[in-house]
């Protein structure tokens, strides 16, 4: 079935950086868009990155410049890499295959992602 699972999160302080990676199964991974979110405690989940299947990237306003999204089609992974993560970049961060005229969104199970001193 399809699955998308989430792994390398942490803790990290800030200034520092640390990647999260999103392995995929199931599904033609070369075909999709992948992104990510990001959900922090008592808030709404919000968009983070994407990228297109032509490797075409695209960042949310309070990450771009700090954060960077790539993908390996051959190893079926998408990864987001984070530097000079702040405070605020605390949060469980889902991978998500988003939706198509005839899929719907696949999420994984999400991984805590926690930037502290």
């Known amino acids: 079935q399809v699955q998308l699972v989430e792994s390398g999160g942490g803790l990290v302080q800030p200034g520092g950086s640390l990647s999260v990676s999103c392995a995929a199964s199931g599904f033609i991974f070369s075909d999709y868009s992948m992104a990510w979110y990001r959900q922090a405690g008592g808030q709404e989940r919000e968009w983070v990155a994407t990228i297109t299947n032509a490797g075409k990237t695209n960042y949310a306003d309070s990450v771009r410049g700090r954060f960077t999204i790539s993908r390996d089609n051959a190893k079926n992974t998408v990864d987001l890499q984070m530097n000079n993560p702040k405070l605020k970049d605390t949060a469980v961060y889902y991978c998500?295959?988003?939706?198509?005229?005839?899929?719907?969104?696949?999420w994984g199970q999400g991984i805590q992602v926690t930037v502290s001193s």
């Open positions: 998500n295959r988003p939706r198509t005229m005839n899929s719907p969104d696949v």
